[in-house]
């Protein structure tokens, strides 16, 4: 999710082993945290948090006044969700992830290992307890203890055939080869998003790829576009978005092949929020939001022209992480 702006801005990183290599540094307080980079904001039901740069994790009752958060890493956190309004989990790199069970305030440590050169992309929880963290290169952990352990997997079901073949002769013929191939050889998963009734994931080199059995097994969908995707999103009608690099825009309806929404803004998408009324949002780099509503795409630019990571809808106002810290505008009626 994200993945090109992160690695032009900080060395990229890692997700993890449970281990934990070396105690890290606690986030500095700053007096402007809401004015650094932001990656990920979440409306908890109570308070909004918005994550991103040097592990600052802010918080807000109000969308106007912002505190930060007790968090301790210095990391860049990538992402964030929560489990209800009280627990909640943050990933980023340096194989980081971070839990509060005070909505926000608090962190704790959960993992952390320096030594693996990937970033976490996406966090996602399904109940309190079973969640799942991806990123670069088929990074793919689960845990059913709420993150006190993070089980490693390899979704060998999401390669393609020569390559699943490849990698049986090379675990017979080279086992300490399998592994080093299994470390790179998927693509960058950017994004897992629930629906009522699976799991997506989205991420580079086209891949979309679903579970219908929370996250036991996984299946690759049908190619329909080479570049990378980072954002996902579907209603209760079945309607489904899947947007990403360049400005690639797809979306069906329920039972329908993905058809290409026309676009002649190349802003790359970096997520997707409903905003109402069956109309979406599509938040994208340099300043650009696209309005999608009736199979109709219309742009907006913000005047600043930065990175728009996230958004929510909150008090009728649209609440930004951005490149450049929180941005807040008021929705059209």
Not at 84 to 94: F, I, K, M, Q, T
Not at 284 to 305: C, M, P, R, W
Request: with cysteine.
């Amino acid at each position: 999710m994200k993945y090109m702006l992160y690695a032009g801005l900080a060395a990229v990183a890692s997700l993890s082993t449970h281990s934990i290599a070396a105690e890290p540094l606690a986030a500095i307080v700053a007096t402007k945290a809401d004015k650094t980079l932001l990656t990920d904001i979440e409306y908890t039901g109570k308070q909004l948090v918005a994550v991103g740069k040097h592990g600052t994790i802010i918080t807000s009752s109000n969308a106007k006044n912002w505190q930060q958060a007790s968090v301790p890493t210095q990391v860049l956190l990538t992402a964030v969700t929560f489990s209800g309004s009280e627990l909640g989990w943050a990933c980023g790199h340096d194989a980081t992830i971070i839990h509060t069970n005070d909505g926000g305030a608090n962190w704790q440590l959960q993992q952390v290992d320096t030594q693996l050169d990937k970033p976490c992309l996406d966090i996602l929880f399904t109940s309190e307890l079973h969640g799942f963290a991806v990123g670069a290169y088929g990074m793919f952990y689960e845990t059913s203890d709420g993150g006190k352990y993070w089980q490693k997997r390899f979704l060998d079901s999401l390669l393609f055939a020569d390559d699943r073949d490849y990698l049986n002769d090379l675990k017979r013929s080279d086992p300490q080869g399998y592994e080093a191939e299994t470390a790179s050889i998927l693509p960058h998963f950017n994004r897992i998003v629930a629906t009522k009734d699976k799991l997506m994931l989205v991420g580079e080199m086209g891949l979309l790829a679903h579970s219908t059995d929370n996250g036991k097994t996984w299946q690759r969908d049908e190619e329909i576009y080479q570049g990378s995707f980072f954002a996902y999103a579907n209603d209760e009608q079945g309607q489904e978005i899947v947007a990403g690099l360049r400005g690639n825009i797809f979306s069906r309806q329920l039972g329908e092949q993905w058809q290409p929404i026309s676009n002649n803004k190349t802003a790359t998408i970096n997520s997707i929020i409903a905003s109402g009324n069956n109309q979406w949002l599509l938040l994208a780099n340099s300043g650009v939001i696209f309005h999608y509503k009736n199979n109709q795409l219309t742009i907006e630019q913000l005047a600043d022209g930065k990175a728009v990571l996230d958004a929510v809808i909150f008090e009728n106002k649209l609440v930004m992480a951005s490149e450049n810290g929180i941005k807040v505008k008021g929705m059209a009626p």
